[in-house]
Structures are given as structure tokens and as C-alpha cells.
């Protein structure tokens, strides 16, 4: 939350957990109805993220406004979960198709929101995982386009810390300033599932 007097990203951590958040057998749901969706109109798994888009099956996803309250919390606005804005994705444990570090906000082009990245597998040394920058930058660092086409930090060379132990049903929710990349651990031996699910201020 933007506190009086304070700039919003010198002291307030980059990322946050809320264990629990969801529902499980809900997210298992979404995650069958996800894949059926994704093989029968052949992305799944040739890529590893896919917009939501307008079929919004996230909006299968009743609980999902859980993370509108949250959103609307840190902002102090009213900010519905954008499906255009949103994409699920699906990492093999490999380093295809595996996202540098980056900031949303190069690829959102300045939009203000926050990110929850949900996962729909159990996140552990097995699969591909998330890693952050301990410090919000609190400005958007240049960006270069990588082969996929997404935009990544032009320069790589920051510190990350990788994220373990979470279960179906956690979220993290991260700003758009956020520095964070795709890690796949030595070990990964699964495909990582998840949502990244992005709020946008009305
Ligand atoms: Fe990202």
C-alpha cells in the first residue's frame, strides 16, 4: 500500500506470498480446462505462454476475486484482474522458452498494476520456478527484444533469488516494477504450470 510520505519502492519488498489464498480444487480445475482448451486449439505445450484473451477462461475461476480485493488493498483503487493483460503459461524444465529478467511494465508499456503469478503446479526444486530481485527499482530499466519477443532487461546481469516451496493455492503478487525472471533449478525434471493473472487500476 502507497504510504504518505514515502516513496512506494525504497522500503516495500518486491514481491509478496499469500499462502493459501485460493482454492486448490478450484486452480485443479481451471488447469484441466486449461489444457483441454490449449491442446484443442494446438498451442499446448509448442509454446510456454499464452495470452488469456477473450475466452477468459479465468473467469471460470470464481474465487479470482480474492485477488481484485488484494489488488485493490495495495492500490487504494478499484483494480479488476484484466484477461487481455493475462496468460497462462506453461515452462517445460528446460530453457526453452524461459523468461529473462524483465520488468512487466517494459511489456506493458507504463501500465500501472500489479501481477499475480499463480501457480497451478506445487513449486519446488522438480520444476521451473520464479526469481526475484530483492529491491524495486521504481522506474522502468531499458528493455531489448529477445528472440520470442518478449522484452527483457538489456542488461542481465542482476541478482535473483529463486522461490521454492509453494503449493497449489499460494499466489505471489509482484509490482510491475518488479525484476524477475523464469529459474530452472538443476533438478527440474516436470513442467510448471501457471497464470499470471494482472490487475489493472480503473
Ligand atoms: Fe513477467
Known amino acids: 500500500m502507497r504510504r504518505a510520505g514515502r516513496k512506494a519502492n525504497d522500503m516495500t519488498p518486491s514481491f509478496k506470498v499469500f499462502p493459501g489464498l485460493l482454492d486448490p480444487a478450484e486452480l485443479k480445475r481451471?488447469?484441466?480446462?486449461l489444457r483441454i482448451h490449449f491442446n484443442r486449439v494446438g498451442y499446448f505445450p509448442k509454446q510456454s505462454g499464452i495470452p488469456l484473451g477473450r475466452d477468459a477462461l479465468v473467469y471460470l475461476f470464481t474465487s479470482v476475486f480474492r485477488l481484485e480485493i488484494v489488488a485493490s488493498l495495495e492500490l487504494g483503487r478499484n483494480c479488476p484482474i484484466s484477461h487481455t493483460h493475462s496468460s497462462y503459461?506453461?515452462?517445460?524444465?528446460?530453457?526453452?522458452?524461459?523468461?529473462?529478467p524483465h520488468q512487466d511494465s517494459a511489456a506493458l508499456k507504463g501500465t500501472e498494476g500489479l501481477t499475480f503469478w499463480v501457480p497451478l503446479s506445487p513449486i519446488n526444486r522438480l520444476r521451473p520456478t520464479i526469481a526475484f530481485h530483492d529491491k524495486r527499482p521504481g522506474t522502468v530499466l531499458p528493455h531489448i527484444q529477445d528472440d520470442a519477443q518478449y522484452a527483457v532487461l538489456a542488461d542481465p546481469r542482476v541478482a535473483l533469488t529463486p522461490l521454492y516451496g509453494l503449493a497449489i493455492g499460494d499466489v505471489v503478487m509482484l509490482y510491475h516494477d518488479t525484476i524477475h525472471a523464469t529459474h530452472i533449478p538443476r533438478t527440474a525434471v516436470f513442467y510448471r504450470e501457471s497464470l499470471d493473472l494482472r490487475a489493472i487500476p480503473q
Open 30 to 33: 481451471v488447469r484441466t480446462r
Open 89 to 100: 503459461r506453461c515452462q517445460p524444465p528446460t530453457k526453452f522458452r524461459s523468461l529473462a
